[in-house]
Every structure is written in structure tokens, then in C-alpha cells.
């Protein structure tokens, strides 16, 4: 089969590999119908993570092909949509809502790869969700989102307790915070601040549920928030970036007594205690849990109540996944769907 190799930073390949085989009787083999490219992967393409010969992609949505003799949930044939992390939904964290952090957690990019034409699907039962039927082709896009940006928006929205009555306010206008603006509409919220410079990235913020826009960065930015909220700052932020400015950013922007849900990827972020301390604010995040949410995301999905797809503003065959990492990278593109 073809897939997604990533040799060095900067160097991209599509090349043959191996068709993958079940090895545990957990396994699952899902022939894939959709996959993209996520922001996370601009960290290996930048340099910032270390990558040698990486099997790339981590977001999927296909047909089983074949099962282990122990998967009793999905069975060949069926439509489904899968967690970017490996749970088996049956352990005491999974069962408390955590399953990024299942005790057999493993991201789907290590040693697996869905940036290709098949994946091998560890716990299959525990991370593979089977849509009602055989979607129509225009829901592909938005199931597909299901699997790791919008999931990922959506624990970010949790985590900040967005919900009526609050005001939210979300760091980042890439595909995550685009996400968390939708996520927290739906969840209720009176009031939805998206921070955002780009033009396109703000119309589908208003699209998903933006009621206000703020231009500003860094301290410029909190205090923009600030006069929009009456001096206090936002009930709920969302941190959808990881760099230190963003988080930064973040943390000032959220009221005292606030949530401040993160999910951006924080490699070199540097939280100042004496300043988080006297912020005096609930912080939850990391990988989200998207297995949690996704029977829930793929039913608003499938009932064409939410429609996360438009996040994807560039199509491309597999076999020009290199052009949809460099347009990702040079920001001409927010999103890449790859097709199959």
C-alpha cells in the first residue's frame, strides 16, 4: 500500500509500505476512506520533534476490512470512525472519561500511520466508533474531523466549562480553535470571543458561532478581552496554539475563578508559578479524550446538525501529502484532507 513517510524534518515522502496484517486478537484492519494532516505534525516538519522514518497520520475514517477474534463491537464492513489515541475503554480511567490516558494508551502515529491506504487498529474495540451506516460522501469531511480536531475542540470547550451564561474566549484560529468555537456554541455559551487575524479563519468563526473578533496578541490581546468582558476577563478560554505568547495570552485573558481549557501542543512553554498562583484560575488540558466524545459528535454529525468538514480548505490525493504539508506550514492552507 502507499503512505505517508517522514524522513527528516522538512522531507515528506509517499512511498510503498507494508500492508498491515493483525498481530493481536484485538487488532483491527480498517481500509480507509479519508485522512489529513494535522497541526501537530508541523511539529516533526518544523524540526521542534525529533523524526526519523515516521509513519505519519493520526486522524482516519474507513471500512473495516478484518478483525481479531476478540473485537466483538466492529465487525468487517462497518463504517467507522477512530480516536487519535489507542484506549480500550474499559480500564478505571477510560471509565472516568480519560481515555487519552487509557493504560494501554498509544498515539496512532507511532508505529501505526493512517496517512496511507490502511491501518492496523490496536483495541479496536475500545477505539474504533461505527457510524449508524454507510455515510454519504459529503459527511466523510465532517466525520473525519470527528476523529481528532473537533474531538480535540470540544474536551478544549469542556475543560473551560463553556456553557450558558459564559463568555469564551479561544486562543488560536487554526483548525482546533475553529473547533472550540463550534464546540462551545453548541454547548451553549452566550458569548464566543474568537482571537483571530487571518480573514477566511474569522468568517468560519462566525460561521461555527463568534460573536466577536479580537485582532490583538500577547498583552495587547488580554486587554482587548478585557474591555469586552467589563474589566474581568473571560468565564472560559480555550488555549488552541502552545507557544508562549498564546498561553500566555490565555492565562491573562481568563477571570479570576475562570477555566482555562489547553490543547495546544506546548513544547517550549515556560508558565511562570508566582503568576499562575495568584491567576487564580481552574486549568485542565493535554490530549483529549476524543474517544469520550465521539458516538455523541458522530450522531450531531450524522443528523447534519454540525458540520465540522468545512475546517478542510485544501483537497489533495495522498500522493501529494508533501505539497499539503508545506501549504499547512507556509499557512495557506488551515486544514488538509487527503484523499484515498
Same mark, same amino acid.
Given at each position: 500500500m502507499r503512505g505517508v513517510v517522514m524522513y527528516t524534518a522538512g522531507d515528506v515522502r509517499v512511498e510503498e509500505r507494508e500492508d498491515p496484517k493483525i498481530i493481536e486478537p484485538t487488532d483491527a484492519i480498517v481500509k480507509l476512506s479519508a485522512t489529513c494532516i494535522c497541526g501537530s505534525d508541523?511539529?516533526?516538519?518544523? !524540526?521542534?520533534?525529533?523524526?526519523?522514518?515516521?509513519?505519519?497520520?493520526?486522524?482516519?475514517?474507513?471500512?473495516?476490512?478484518?478483525?481479531?477474534?476478540?473485537?466483538?463491537?466492529?465487525?468487517?464492513?462497518?463504517?467507522?470512525?477512530?480516536?487519535?489515541?489507542? +484506549?480500550?475503554?474499559?480500564?478505571?480511567?477510560?471509565?472516568?472519561?480519560?481515555? +487519552?490516558?487509557?493504560?494501554?494508551?498509544?498515539?496512532?502515529?507511532?508505529?501505526? /500511520?493512517?496517512q496511507a491506504e490502511k491501518a492496523r487498529i490496536p483495541y479496536a474495540d475500545g477505539t474504533l466508533v461505527a457510524t449508524p451506516g454507510q455515510p454519504d460522501p459529503e459527511l466523510i469531511p465532517a466525520l473525519l474531523a470527528a476523529s481528532d480536531v473537533l474531538g480535540t475542540g470540544w474536551?478544549?470547550?469542556?475543560?473551560?466549562?463553556?456553557?450558558? !451564561?459564559?463568555?469564551?474566549?479561544?486562543? !488560536?484560529? /487554526?483548525?482546533?480553535? @475553529?473547533?472550540?468555537? =463550534?464546540?462551545?456554541?453548541? =454547548?451553549?455559551?452566550?458569548?464566543?470571543?474568537a482571537m483571530s487575524r487571518h480573514p477566511e479563519r474569522q468568517k468560519l468563526a462566525r460561521y461555527y458561532g463568534a460573536t466577536d473578533i479580537v485582532e490583538e496578541r500577547g498583552e495587547a490581546g488580554v486587554e482587548r478581552i478585557k474591555e469586552l468582558t467589563d474589566g474581568l476577563g473571560a468565564h472560559s478560554v480555550v488555549e488552541a496554539v502552545g507557544t508562549q505568547e498564546s498561553f500566555m495570552q490565555a492565562v491573562g485573558a481568563t477571570r479570576g475563578g475562570g477555566y482555562l481549557g489547553y490543547v495546544g501542543?506546548?513544547?517550549?512553554?515556560?508558565?511562570? /508559578?508566582?503568576? @499562575?498562583?495568584?491567576?487564580?484560575?481552574?486549568?485542565?488540558g493535554g490530549p483529549a479524550p476524543v474517544r469520550r466524545f465521539l458516538?455523541? @459528535?458522530?450522531?450531531?454529525?450524522?443528523?447534519?446538525?454540525?458540520?465540522?468538514?468545512?475546517?478542510?480548505?485544501?483537497?489533495?490525493p495522498l500522493e501529494q501529502a508533501p505539497e499539503g504539508y508545506k501549504a499547512m506550514d507556509e499557512r495557506r492552507a488551515t486544514k488538509v484532507l487527503l484523499t484515498l
Open positions: 508541523l511539529w516533526p516538519y518544523r !524540526g521542534v520533534e525529533p523524526v526519523d522514518h515516521t509513519l505519519m497520520g493520526h486522524e482516519y475514517v474507513g471500512v473495516v476490512e478484518e478483525v481479531g477474534p476478540e473485537v466483538k463491537n466492529v465487525r468487517a464492513g462497518d463504517f467507522v470512525v477512530g480516536s487519535f489515541v489507542i +484506549s480500550d475503554n474499559t480500564c478505571e480511567i477510560c471509565r472516568a472519561g480519560f481515555q +487519552s490516558k487509557c493504560v494501554h494508551a498509544e498515539f496512532v502515529h507511532a508505529g501505526i /500511520g493512517t474536551f478544549a470547550a469542556v475543560a473551560a466549562e463553556a456553557g450558558p !451564561g459564559r463568555t469564551v474566549a479561544v486562543v !488560536g484560529d /487554526g483548525a482546533v480553535g @475553529l473547533m472550540a468555537v =463550534l464546540a462551545a456554541k453548541q =454547548l451553549g455559551a452566550e458569548r464566543i470571543i501542543v506546548n513544547y517550549d512553554v515556560r508558565i511562570p /508559578g508566582i503568576q @499562575l498562583f495568584f491567576a487564580g484560575i481552574h486549568t485542565l458516538p455523541e @459528535l458522530i450522531q450531531l454529525i450524522w443528523d447534519r446538525k454540525i458540520d465540522p468538514g468545512k475546517v478542510f480548505d485544501l483537497t489533495l
